[in-house]
């Protein structure tokens, strides 16, 4: 039997207590076992480190925000510690581990955090960089800067995408962790940029922008840290009126495709990639649910799982990897309020 483990980062605003893990049955082609992993709030982003230590995002009951450090071999999970030294809690976290730091990035307070990851797993602050500044025109941006995502580049560079201030920024890491910016491109005006993945091979990272619903591919030199927006594509239909935010995006391990889920549309937009970075749009296929805020390959990719947010539940998606397209194979898998979906490996 070919069992794959997911876990899900989640808000707890309603049914959820914290962080989750889900099954994958290959054979049987289902989503199982939900199970609790470790109480937490709102931990809306994880990450496993290769030494099997589980970092999130936390918000703790006075308020304050940060980032948690969980023994991942047990379960529940056992707490190693908690660093809550921000006024909210973040929207991303991501383990760096040449460097043994841990990254996040607060969309409330602009600031991107720097921990240095401790021998025994637990997490300690390092540094941080903090964003102020031109903000772009939409109701959503006018309240200051919002970094939304904070991940390395395939040079080991950070790349920090801030939706507030419709920019992409790459850092240089010291070995204290302090950040020095090498480059920022500032996208067209209410983009809304949110997160963002490299094709080291291509030389390009596609940018979703969440308030465009819009899909961006910038050409990238890892030399320069240098960016430049080759095309610009919809992530929607051109007669879509409602309301919708795109939101996560996700590249194919080959570089053929790429994908975007869309919160309100209720869609994930499948890309075709060309040789040169340009993209078409092969499918958009729904996500049976309501705000699709993540989803994620399995290990060999031939699966996707997508937590709907607004519907408590997850779908499964089996994926053809030579066309790239997605057929659903399960819905309404009971996840609540799931935000964040990580493949355990």
Known sequence: MMIEKFLVGTYTRDASEGIYEIELDKDQKQLQNLQLVAKAGNPTYVAVSKANRLYAVD?????????????????????????????????????DEGRQFVYTANYHTGEVMVYKIESDGSLAYQNKVVHSGDVGPRPEQENGAHPHYADLTPDGRLAVVDLGQDRVYIYDIADDGSLTQASTIKMEAGFGPRHIVFDAQKHVAFVVGELSSKLAVLSYDEKTAHMDVKHIVDTIPHDWEAHNGAAAIRLSNDGKFVYVSNRGNNSIAAFEVADDGSVELIQLIS???????????????TFVVVVNQNTNDATLYEREVNTGKLSVVQKDFFVPEGVCVTLEK
């Open 59 to 95: 918000k703790g009951s006075n308020g304050k925000g940060g980032a948690m450090a969980l023994d991942n071999s047990s379960r529940p999970a056992t707490e190693i510690n908690l660093c809550l030294n921000e006024d909210t809690n973040p929207a991303y976290i991501t383990v």
């Open 287 to 301: 996500t049976e649910g309501d705000f699709p805020r993540d989803f994620n390959f399995n290990e060999d990719e």
